[in-house]
């Protein structure tokens, strides 16, 4: 049903138990969604495209691919009122030092209004993720969807030594 938060989330859970489990990274689900219309547009995975890709990261270039535009132009042809659902909050940084998430975000022109995210990153690869507050400042709003927490680090840190 439209803005079913936990819904997405669970099911952007289980496209992150797809992801191939690794040390140096987490495994992360993501979907793009046109909040009008209350439909997918796009979902992703960790690693799922090739190369270094995150979820996020994965959503974007298919989409960017479906509308024949590059990545960084994508913004021109979402619809206005998109929304990202990430198990795990955009990175702000990355250990690889591919562009972050969410600078792939603030460069989309604003079409995507609000992410819902299940769970803040862990401090494990680089500290504090700054991310949120990049957004916010840029009108998009953030808000942690309760109730996954444990599950979504659990799959994410699948890959990691104990
Ligand atoms: N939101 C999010 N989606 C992902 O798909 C993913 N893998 C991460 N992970 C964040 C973590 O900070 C980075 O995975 C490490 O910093 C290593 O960087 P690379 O992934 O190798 O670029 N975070
Ligand atoms: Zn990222």
Do not use: W
Request: aromatic fraction near 4%.
């Amino acid at each position: 049903q439209p803005g079913d938060h936990k819904g997405y989330l669970e099911y952007a859970l289980s496209l992150a138990e797809r992801s191939p489990p690794k040390p140096t990274n987490f495994r992360v689900g993501a979907l793009v969604v046109d909040a009008n219309t209350n439909t997918i547009l796009a979902t992703g995975f960790t690693l799922e495209l090739e190369g270094n890709t995150h979820a996020e990261q994965c959503c974007f270039i298919k989409l960017a691919n479906e509308h024949g535009v590059a990545e960084d132009e994508l913004g021109s042809v979402l619809p206005s009122n998109s929304v990202l659902y990430t198990t795990m909050e955009p990175c702000n940084k990355r250990l690889s030092g591919n562009l972050p998430c969410t600078d792939r975000i603030l460069r989309l022109g604003g079409s995507i209004k609000t992410v819902y995210v299940g769970v803040l990153e862990p401090e494990k690869f680089i500290g504090e993720n700054r991310g949120r507050k990049r957004l916010e400042e840029a009108g998009i709003e953030v808000e942690l969807v309760e109730g996954l927490q444990e599950r979504i680090l659990e799959v994410a840190t699948a890959g990691h030594q104990d």
